[in-house]
């Protein structure tokens, strides 16, 4: 599986953002899907993810951020609204395959994409 994420960019604080991440596989709709970032000097964070007709979202953003997918078009969304400094991050989209962990998890997943940056200016 391969995945490709793209949609980071520089914003102020309190914009909006939409992150995608295309997949490859034929089994896409099969897959959990998750997203985590990185900040500077901190270690890698769930965000959000979304299995079946499940959702997860990390404290941090819930409220704020919502996780959506296609599966027609083998893509996931994070779209990301009322953008704080401390969201700057690199984002990584992720792809679960196995169901067998919790989805909050680096560990759970089995592909990661290149990431794509978010910079939030105050």
């Known amino acids: 599986v391969q995945l490709q994420a793209s949609g980071g960019g520089l914003v102020q604080a309190g914009g909006s953002l939409r992150l995608s991440c295309a997949a490859s596989?034929?089994?896409?709709?099969?897959?959990?899907m998750g997203w985590f970032r990185q900040a500077p000097g901190k270690e890698r964070e769930f965000v959000a993810a979304?299995?079946?007709?499940?959702?997860a979202y990390a404290d941090s953003v819930k409220g704020r951020f919502t996780i959506s997918r296609d599966n027609a078009k083998n893509t996931v969304f994070l779209q990301m609204n009322v953008l704080k400094p401390e969201d700057t991050a690199v984002y990584y989209c992720a792809v679960d395959r196995r169901h067998v962990g919790s989805v909050v998890y680096a560990e759970t997943y089995d592909y990661w994409g290149q990431g794509t940056l978010v910079t939030v200016s105050s």
């Open positions: 596989g034929r089994t896409f709709r099969d897959y959990g």
């Open positions: 979304i299995s079946g007709g499940s959702t």
